[in-house]
């Protein structure tokens, strides 16, 4: 019967299981695990493997390192995930293979790793700069993942990343504008050619890439609707059509009639357009909002766009993306039902909204402590 012992090494904890001689060869078989933080740690993982062994299901020894792991895998899973998501794997797998990459696989242990969530916080970035909390656990979702896959194939014992704790990262923080601010800013910018995506944009709550990948097979003008089935995101530099970012992300959304007219009238400018450029007229898919010859418009370009006509204007600073956070924080003041605002936007629950713009929900208690008072005192 397989015996195992416990015992302190390196500044943490550490177990080893003496299997007995092999039937085989007659040498000694031993499984042997460090790095657990405490002896508790090493206790359970202890347990895990004696009770693994008394099913016989203990993992082969195996020299492959960390970077030929997460190599093959990659290559495992590039058919489930949207361009934008493989993009965001391959660099939290650089990350990774960097300062983990020749760890054999089998050796990796949950403190390691959070020594290499330290070393990503202080050091990660482009020449030596720090990493953010968010960047960093995106590399922790990744590996985690990547480990949990090799548990389940039989590769490694445990996954160790499901072990190791990565840093907390505190709410993103946004800045917004007043409905005042939004009534300014789009009186100063009407005559620019920009001004009817940044409109859809304000009265929507749309991501950046669904605006620029928006069809007019997708606007149904007559309806006062659209549908959101696609995106257009920058990878690597490169415009890119795909998916949406999930399911919930693919979702009509309802227009009102100032957009609905400022669109109509965006459509026969456009059309005009394109009469003027003739054969010039870049033969893109039916895209709604295009540049001057007909192309699709780069995203980052398009945010530097905002970004200059914002500096212009005098008003407080904010990114592409606060217009986003704008729209939410205005429609839940103005007491639209957060589960509206959830499906308007896409997020995958109501929960998420919810957490996001939790300042507004106190001002909407205190809205709402009064309502049925006033029914019943009126």
């Given at each position: 019967m397989a015996r195992g012992s416990v015992r302190r090494k390196d500044n943490g904890w550490s177990f080893r299981v003496d299997l007995g001689p092999d039937p085989a060869t007659g040498k000694r078989r031993q499984v042997a695990?460090?790095?657990?933080?405490?002896?508790?740690?090493?206790?359970?993982?202890?347990?895990?493997?004696?009770?693994?062994?008394?099913?016989?299901?203990?993992?082969?020894?195996?020299?492959?390192?960390t970077e030929q792991f997460l190599d093959d895998w990659l290559a495992s899973q590039q058919h489930r995930l949207r361009p934008t998501s493989l993009h965001s794997y391959k660099m939290a797998i650089l990350?990774?293979?960097?300062?983990?990459?020749?760890?054999?696989?089998?050796?990796?242990?949950?403190?390691?790793?959070?020594?290499?969530?330290?070393?990503?916080?202080?050091?990660?970035?482009?020449?030596g700069t720090?990493?953010?909390?968010?960047?960093?656990?995106?590399?922790?979702?990744?590996?985690?993942?990547?480990?949990?896959?090799?548990?389940?194939?039989?590769?490694?014992?445990?996954?160790?990343?499901?072990?190791?704790?990565?840093?907390?990262?505190?709410?993103?923080?946004?800045?917004?504008?007043?409905?005042?601010?939004?009534?300014?800013?789009?009186?100063?910018?009407?005559?620019?050619?920009?001004?009817?995506?940044?409109?859809?944009?304000?009265?929507?709550g749309m991501r950046r890439g669904e605006l620029l990948g928006l069809r007019w097979s997708d606007v149904d003008l007559d309806g006062g609707q659209l549908a959101v089935v696609q995106t257009l995101t920058a990878i690597d530099g490169?415009?890119?059509?795909?998916?949406?970012?999930?399911?919930?992300?693919?979702?009509?959304?309802?227009?009102?009639?100032?957009?609905?007219?400022?669109?109509?009238?965006?459509?026969?400018?456009?059309?005009?357009?394109?009469?003027?450029?003739?054969?010039?007229?870049?033969?893109?898919?039916?895209?709604?909002?295009?540049?001057?010859?007909?192309g699709l418009i780069h995203p980052d370009r398009f945010s530097r766009q905002f970004t200059a006509l914002v500096a212009s204007s005098g008003l407080t600073p904010i990114r592409l993306h606060d217009l986003r956070h704008t729209y939410a924080t205005l429609a839940l003041k103005a007491g639209v039902h957060p589960k509206v605002v959830s499906e308007r936007l896409g997020h995958a629950t109501v929960g998420i909204t919810l957490d996001l713009y939790s300042h507004v929900t106190p001002a909407i208690a205190r809205d709402a402590a009064g309502v049925v008072a006033d029914r019943i005192f009126e």
């Open positions: 695990r460090q790095g657990f933080r405490t002896r508790k740690e090493a206790e359970s993982s202890l347990g895990e493997v004696l009770s693994a062994i008394s099913v016989g299901s203990v993992v082969s020894r195996s020299a492959a390192t990350r990774i293979k960097r300062r983990l990459g020749q760890v054999p696989v089998q050796a990796l242990t949950p403190l390691q790793i959070e020594k290499f969530y330290a070393e990503l916080l202080r050091t990660g970035g482009r020449g720090p990493l953010s909390a968010k960047t960093v656990r995106n590399s922790h979702v990744v590996l985690r993942k990547a480990l949990s896959d090799a548990e389940r194939l039989g590769l490694v014992h445990r996954n160790a990343a499901a072990a190791a704790k990565p840093p907390t990262s505190s709410r993103p923080e946004f800045a917004t504008w007043s409905s005042d601010d939004l009534r300014d800013f789009f009186s100063g910018i009407r005559n620019e050619r920009i001004y009817p995506a940044l409109l859809v944009l304000a009265t929507t490169v415009p890119t059509f795909g998916a949406t970012k999930s399911s919930r992300s693919r979702r009509t959304v309802y227009i009102d009639s100032q957009t609905v007219r400022v669109l109509r009238e965006h459509r026969r400018r456009q059309r005009s357009e394109r009469l003027v450029a003739g054969p010039a007229w870049t033969t893109t898919p039916d895209l709604v909002f295009r540049d001057e010859a007909g």
